[in-house]
């Protein structure tokens, strides 16, 4: 898979690199390992994609930076809270609860107090941190409205009309309006921030991973807490043949390979990856299916998908996704984590939350620190 392109462009004299990257090898061990991107991307398109790039690399920065300043000092830094929360943790698929006295679960609302801690933190030590959100507020300046066309076209219409048929429809709509607003919309217009008004040194965007919910013998869904437990970061890569021939998707892959940020996500996920598998004590997820792959050398933390916007974001960028909120171990941790918060009693020793935050703050001193790179 590849080989053949490579050995012609060898032969033809034409560069195998872009940023002293050897962009074959990263097609075919990151980008599309399970895919013949040969019938899709040529080196042609990825130098006429002609990327901006305002991103320092941590060596750069580190070099800049005196020996009297703060470890962090030239840093700056975009935190990503995952998803939204609020009233929109529902359309998200980002909110549950287990008892009836339990604090509701909403993704949203836990990262986004992480991402504080985490900015407190990183400020301390001297960097720029901005965080995209603030409150469970989205940041799509669309409405949901602008979505009715899209969701015609997925929501299939009754064949029969009658009340009860067209009140369903119209609440599928709804539905899939809303969702497009605040998730692909949402990611989108976050991206966007990013690329042409933050501008930061790399993003990460923090996340709490969950597992499907099991299933009684009659295949319907219990929402009952899972054994499994586990710690992942992600990274761009992984593109499937369909993927590939979407040409915005193409065009994107092009950028992202062209700036130079595969070298900068590599470093931060691995020291990511390894200061969250550390402040989490837990084992490093994994993926069954073709739809990511490990780097060889590598943490087994870290993992490359397709994800949106690991794929728009243009700078360095990784996704977080540590502990199983609905697993035995982490819900009543979660549980604890909320109900102090909420009762204004002490933090608890080992809170989750503050465990997340350390995790992070560990792996960005391990890359932009006075100590790395040694």
């Known amino acids: ?53 305002w991103w320092r690399s941590p060596e750069a920065i580190r070099a800049s930076r005196s020996d009297s300043g703060e470890a962090l ?39 986004l107090e992480v991402a504080r801690l985490v900015q407190a933190e990183l400020v301390e030590m001297g960097a720029e941190v901005t965080l995209l959100r603030n409150s469970a507020t989205p940041l799509n300046p669309k409405l949901p409205e602008a979505y009715l066309t ?28 809303n969702r497009m607003y605040a998730v692909a919309g949402e990611l989108e217009e976050r991206a966007r921030l990013v690329n042409e008004e933050i501008k930061p040194d790399a993003l990460l ?16 869904v219990k929402y009952s807490l899972v054994d499994s437990n586990h ?38 996920g691995q020291a990511l990856g390894l200061s969250l598998g550390k402040a989490t004590a837990l084992p490093a997820s994994k993926y069954n299916g073709k739809n990511a792959v490990q780097l060889a050398g590598h943490t087994p933390y870290l993992w490359t998908r397709n994800l949106m ?9 990784v996704l977080l996704e540590p502990y199983i909120a609905n697993s035995k171990e982490s819900y ?24 997340y935050a350390q995790g992070v703050v560990a792996g960005v001193l391990d890359v932009y620190g006075p100590g790395a790179g040694h």
């Open 1 to 53: 898979m590849g080989y053949r392109l490579v050995l012609f462009l060898c032969a033809c004299g034409l560069s195998l690199s872009v940023h002293g990257v050897d962009y074959a090898t990263e097609l075919n061990l990151r980008y599309a390992p399970y895919a013949d991107w040969e019938q899709h991307l040529t080196l042609e398109q990825i130098k006429a994609a002609e990327p901006e790039i």
């Open 73 to 111: 000092s030239g840093v700056h830094l975009a935190i990503d809270p995952g998803h939204i929360g609020g009233e929109w943790a529902a359309t998200e698929g980002r909110d549950f609860v287990i008892g009836p006295e339990d604090f509701r679960v909403r993704e949203g609302e836990l990262v």
């Open 150 to 177: 899209a969701a015609t076209e997925r929501i299939e219409r009754p064949n029969e009309v009658s009340w009860a048929s067209l009140l369903d429809y119209a609440y599928a709509l709804k539905q899939a309006m």
């Open 205 to 220: 965007s923090l996340h709490i991973n969950a597992a499907p919910w099991p299933l009684d013998r009659d295949g319907a």
């Open 231 to 268: 710690t992942h970061v992600l990274i761009f890569g992984c593109l499937s043949d369909a993927e590939l021939s979407s040409p915005r998707q193409k065009e994107q892959l092009a950028v992202k390979i062209a700036n130079g940020s595969a070298t900068i996500e590599r470093e931060l």
């Open 309 to 317: 916007l690991l794929r728009y974001v243009e700078c360095p960028v």
């Open 332 to 355: 009543p941790r979660i549980q604890e984590a909320l109900e102090r918060r909420h009762s204004g009693r002490p933090l608890a020793e080992g809170d989750i939350l503050v465990e």
